[in-house]
């Protein structure tokens, strides 16, 4: 059994699961709802191809962008990573993306 004196030099973080469970969460929502927003706006757009996804890639860059700055550069206290900040949920919501988009741009464009 590992006494204090063996930790005395070492400077450990303790994290708590459940907020960091929250606030994977809270980036999840973001994700999503950037999903159906910029899904809808590629739709009504027009965009079609290559120009969609990458018009997702923007946008999901400049969320990360935005989500980084909300934590003041302090992503450390909030996540276990800088990575689960910025790239949580990215990929997983490209299929709600793909769905809101295809979605809107059929019913704009093709009826």
Same mark, same amino acid.
């Given at each position: 059994?590992? /006494?204090?004196? /063996?930790?005395?030099?070492? =400077?450990?973080? !303790?994290?708590?699961?459940?907020?960091?469970?929250?606030?994977?969460?809270?980036? =999840?929502?973001?994700?999503?709802?950037?999903?159906?927003?910029?899904?809808?706006?590629?739709? *009504?757009?027009?965009? #079609?191809?290559?120009?969609?996804?990458?018009?997702?890639?923007?946008?999901? +860059?400049? @969320?990360?962008?935005?989500?980084?700055?909300?934590?003041?550069?302090?992503?450390?206290?909030?996540?276990?990573?800088?990575? %689960?900040?910025? !790239?949580?949920?990215?990929?997983?919501?490209? +299929? !709600?993306?793909?769905?809101?988009? #295809?979605? @809107?741009?059929? @019913? *704009? %464009?093709? +009826?």
């Amino acid at each position: 059994m590992a /006494d204090a004196e /063996d930790f005395a030099g070492l =400077d450990l973080e !303790t994290y708590s699961p459940f907020a960091i469970r929250n606030n994977l969460g809270v980036v =999840d929502y973001c994700r999503a709802f950037l999903a159906v927003v910029s899904g809808s706006a590629a739709g *009504i757009l027009g965009l #079609t191809g290559l120009n969609g996804f990458v018009f997702y890639i923007l946008v999901s +860059f400049l @969320m990360s962008v935005l989500l980084g700055l909300k934590t003041q550069s302090k992503s450390e206290r909030y996540f276990v990573s800088k990575w %689960h900040l910025l !790239t949580n949920g990215v990929f997983g919501e490209l +299929f !709600t993306y793909l769905l809101v988009w #295809t979605f @809107m741009y059929g @019913m *704009i %464009h093709v +009826f």
